[in-house]
């Protein structure tokens, strides 16, 4: 049975857990080495005062911004440190881009590379360590803040193929890969 093949019940078995229930690292040594990219995003959204102290600089941890952007681009490096089952890739680009939103900031990741396995999670982590970051630079004036909406924009590459989130109409949510909300 391959890792996302039905079991005996039907229903789609999960790459990580083995044949004896326990979590596993998956081989993914018979994989191509392909060119791959994910982009995520997600949201950091705070009070009108913080963005403003943010905007003009005027933070006493210094600039929240950049100290952020770096943040998730040295997360994405280390992601296979922080969570059990990835593996360490070599990262050809990693991008993090953070801009001023209407209710907050917005953080968007682009990470790229050569290898047998994708950088999905890569992506996420560091849009997940800028955000919490920037919380942390801008939390003694704004301690209400809201890291949401953290999410896979789209991925390339690999054997499951290609994958771009459906856009939902304003009001309605947004399907996944297989249709459900």
């Given at each position: 049975m391959s890792p996302k093949s039905p079991d005996r019940t039907g229903s789609a078995r999960l790459s990580h857990i083995g044949p004896d229930g326990q979590a596993r690292m998956v081989d993914v040594g018979a994989k191509p080495v392909t060119a791959r990219e994910a982009v995520a995003r997600g949201r950091v959204?705070?009070?009108?005062?913080?963005?403003?102290?943010?905007?003009?600089?005027?933070?006493k941890k210094g600039d929240a911004v950049q100290t952020a952007r770096l943040a998730g681009i040295m997360a994405a490096k280390t992601t296979a440190t922080l969570i059990p089952l990835c593996h360490p890739l070599p990262l050809a680009s990693v991008d993090v881009r953070i801009a001023p939103a209407r209710d907050g900031y917005t953080i968007e990741s682009?990470?790229?590379?050569?290898?047998?396995?994708?950088?999905?999670?890569?992506?996420?982590?560091?849009?997940?360590?800028?955000?919490?970051?920037?919380?942390?630079?801008?939390?003694?004036?704004?301690?209400?803040?809201?890291?949401?909406?953290?999410?896979?924009?789209?991925?390339?590459?690999?054997?499951?193929?290609?994958y771009r989130r459906p856009v939902a109409a304003p009001g309605r949510p947004t399907a996944n890969k297989r249709g459900r909300s």
């Open positions: 959204r705070m009070s009108a005062t913080a963005r403003r102290l943010v905007r003009t600089g005027a933070l682009r990470v790229r590379t050569v290898a047998q396995t994708g950088v999905e999670m890569e992506a996420l982590t560091a849009v997940s360590v800028a955000a919490l970051t920037l919380y942390d630079m801008v939390k003694a004036v704004d301690k209400a803040m809201t890291i949401t909406d953290v999410e896979l924009v789209s991925k390339r590459g690999g054997q499951s193929g290609d």
